[in-house]
């Protein structure tokens, strides 16, 4: 196969290429200051990003349902190959899993028991976004996915992504219908996470490579090759106890974490939608503060109303003494309750009353 | 004057063929092939087209043309702005500035210089499929440039 050049090249050569040079290195020069305003002010363009990601998420969708039915083909053709060996390792695993559900079943009632004993704050219950990947940055630059759900569906930026086994990333775009996910491998990723068993927390850093680096390990941290990461929850970014991955250790001796997720293979994923124990804070406060204008008060209806409104807990009646409905109260329920709980004065003031 | 508007229309068109398909390059390696796991292997379409028109009709591919795709791209992928634009530039000045010397070699030599141009991103495993594919999407680019373009 031969190709020819333009006729119309001999006459305007010339002109053309100066033309051409001219432009070409006002064009160099206008990506080069891009590059260096966009690292000095990040979030300048954001604006332009999102609107790209609502038009183009409509196009990608259409474009993308083909190239999944392609990956559809890959896996089938993948899994055709090792169907009895994988049918051998599922039943084994089945019945290993069956073991851990009894365990895991009876775990859960001591939970709940000590839960209820010790009136641990429960963490905020999470719901779940699914959206379908439509676009991958292919690309060595950066790692992030487009997915097909967005504001419109809920999601909001810096909500945690997670596929069938664990967790990618983290939203860093929406628009209407469209939300771009940073994966946990990109060079810009920060994940705070804790290595299990010796909870030793950790930073997860991608670093464009498959498995992200673990740094700010504490010296005396104790961490082997296979413990188990799951997010720490840590400034209040993410919700904790999201599965990870787990450690392998580099020739350097340097800890990178394995992700359990698909990572770029990922079709589908979640969004999830968590309430942070932060948020709803000021609604206490706020509670807080009508109790103990109550109480001030010291009108008798209102003070066993608040009671009510809480669940079991004590520690916010520090004014036990003045209530008279306290002390019968406080004997309807186990003596155990009361001494994980209650400061020593709170205690002390109870058996007063 | 009639005649002078038929022909910027024309000349709009002509620009518009080489433009439209970098930009539909880009929006295929963005698909989610899953080809790779982790590391983000889809080849580059784009580069090859930037590649292509440099190398065959860089008239119809100007540089202002070469940096938007690269804009569009970065825009799509959540990037440092700028970035594939510098990428894409780089190859295409290369690419133009050495034409004469490919002018009338046969195509295993520009797939060469092709894979030439792409060793300095070697590290990257993109870079190698990128060159695998070059003869396909040369073939296609050739086959729009006879379309649309009227060229042989």
Redesign the interface.
Known sequence: ??????Q??RITVPF?MLS?RF??I???L??????LF??AEAYV?DD??NK??EI?TP??DW??SP??L??SW?ENFDAYFDVYEKNRILREENSRLMAWKDRALQLEQVAIRYQDLLDVQLEPEITYISGR??????????????INAGRKQGVAEGQAVVDRRGFIGRV??TGKAAS?I?LA?DLNSRVPVLVEPSNDRAVMTGD????PNLEFLSDNAEIKAGDRVVTSGAGGMLPPGLPVGITVQTNEGKFRVQ?FS??????YVRVLRYDFPGEIAPETEEEAAEEEEALSVDASPPAPAAPQTEPIALPPEPQTPVLPESPPRVATEEPIQVMPLGEPSETVGDDDG | MDRSLTRSFSALYQLSIPFAVALFCVMFTMLPWGLSSGVVIAPSFALMAVYYWGLYRPDLMPPIAVFLVGLFQDLMSGGPLGLWSLVYLAVYGVVVSQRLFFIGKAFLAIWIGFGVILSPLSVLAQAFLSFILYPIAARIFAAVQKQFLNQP
């Open positions: 196969m031969r190709h020819r050049f333009g119309s090249d053309r051409h432009s070409m006002a064009m160099l206008v990506s080069c200051a891009l590059l966009g690292r363009f332009a990003r790209t990601l183009m196009v990608m474009m993308s190239s999944a392609f990956r890959l990947v439509v676009s991958d940055s292919g690309g060595p630059f950066v790692h992030t996915l487009i860093v775009g771009r940073l491998s464009n490579t498959s498995r992700p698909e990572q770029a293979r990922v079709s």
